[in-house]
């Protein structure tokens, strides 16, 4: 498991946003990334493969927490 908060818009205080990844040993799982704004929260999942976003784009925030996860995992 590795967490990431982090705030992505200027318009709300404090490091309410977060990304989540959730691996095994092989770097294959989900992220999960939660954005926090003003006019409400939005969820993504994206699953994960050899530590890449499978078939999807992951942002810089969620390879972090994928790199965190490995980092606790080892």
Same mark, same amino acid.
């Given at each position: 498991i590795g967490i990431v908060r982090y705030n992505p818009f200027s318009d709300t205080g404090g490091t309410q946003s977060f990304s989540? &990844?959730?691996l095994d040993g092989n770097i294959n799982g989900i992220v999960? +990334?939660?954005l926090y704004g003003r006019? &409400?929260?939005r969820w993504f999942v994206k699953e *994960? #493969?050899?530590g890449k976003g499978k078939? *999807? #784009?992951l942002s810089k925030e969620e390879e972090s927490a994928i790199r965190k996860?490995? +980092?606790q995992h080892s």
């Open positions: 989540m &990844g959730l999960i +990334t939660s006019s &409400g929260n *994960v #493969e050899k078939g *999807v #784009e996860a490995q +980092t």
